[in-house]
Every structure is written in structure tokens, then in C-alpha cells.
């Protein structure tokens, strides 16, 4: 009898830890679901506003330029003014890309990633 009741234990043991491990692999691949949709997501709306971000910058650059360019009687003048803007720009922003750009989209990763 206490052989009996030692195999029935036994077989419950292996049934729970097979239900166990079916669980968490389903909540493992349910988890791994939600973390690639949601990097996708942002991922997919920082390409789209970024897309149209650089559409309004060109046509506002150009609207820029030929404004400059009718105020100093040169339109090569007015270009060239916001194109050396723009590399005033490029040069700030390698000197400070630690702070304002590698940093926060560490965070950003970090708390996609971690917190879920």
C-alpha cells in the first residue's frame, strides 16, 4: 500500500512539473511576443515620423535658403548659409551625442526590455 501511494505521488509530481514547464514556456514565448511587437511598434513610428520629419526639414530648409537667398540678392548665398547652419548642427551634435542621443535611447531599450 505505501508502494501505491509512493507511485501515485510520483506520477502527480511528474504531471505538475510537466504542466509547470508547458506554462512557462508558453508564458516565456507570450513575454518574447510582446517584446518583439512592441520594439516593432517603435521602431516602425520612429521610421514614419522620422520619414515625415524629413520631408517638412527639406521643404523648410529650401523655403529657408530662398528666403535668405531673395533677402541677399544670392540665392547660392541663402543655400549656402543653412547648409553651413546644418553643419554647425552636425558638429554640436557629435560633440554632445553622448547626453542627447546614445543615453536616451539606452533608456528607452532598457525600459522595453527590463520592466516587462
Not at 18 to 28: C, D, M, N, R
Not at 54 to 69: K, Q, T, Y
Request: hydrophobic share 55%; charged share 20%; proline share 1%.
Amino acid at each position: 500500500m505505501a508502494f501505491e501511494e509512493l507511485k501515485e505521488s510520483t506520477q502527480k509530481i511528474q504531471e505538475e512539473t510537466k504542466a509547470y514547464v508547458e506554462s512557462t514556456v508558453q508564458y516565456y514565448k507570450l513575454w518574447g511576443f510582446q517584446f518583439v511587437m512592441k520594439s516593432t511598434r517603435t521602431i516602425v513610428k520612429l521610421f514614419v515620423i522620422g520619414f515625415f520629419l524629413m520631408i517638412a526639414f527639406l521643404f523648410g530648409s529650401i523655403a529657408a535658403a530662398m528666403a535668405i537667398g531673395d533677402a541677399l540678392n544670392s540665392m547660392a548665398l541663402g543655400f549656402l548659409i543653412i547648409a553651413g547652419a546644418y553643419f554647425v548642427i552636425v558638429i554640436l551634435i557629435l560633440f554632445l551625442r553622448l547626453k542627447f542621443i546614445e543615453r536616451p535611447i539606452l533608456r528607452t531599450f532598457s525600459k522595453l526590455f527590463f520592466n516587462d
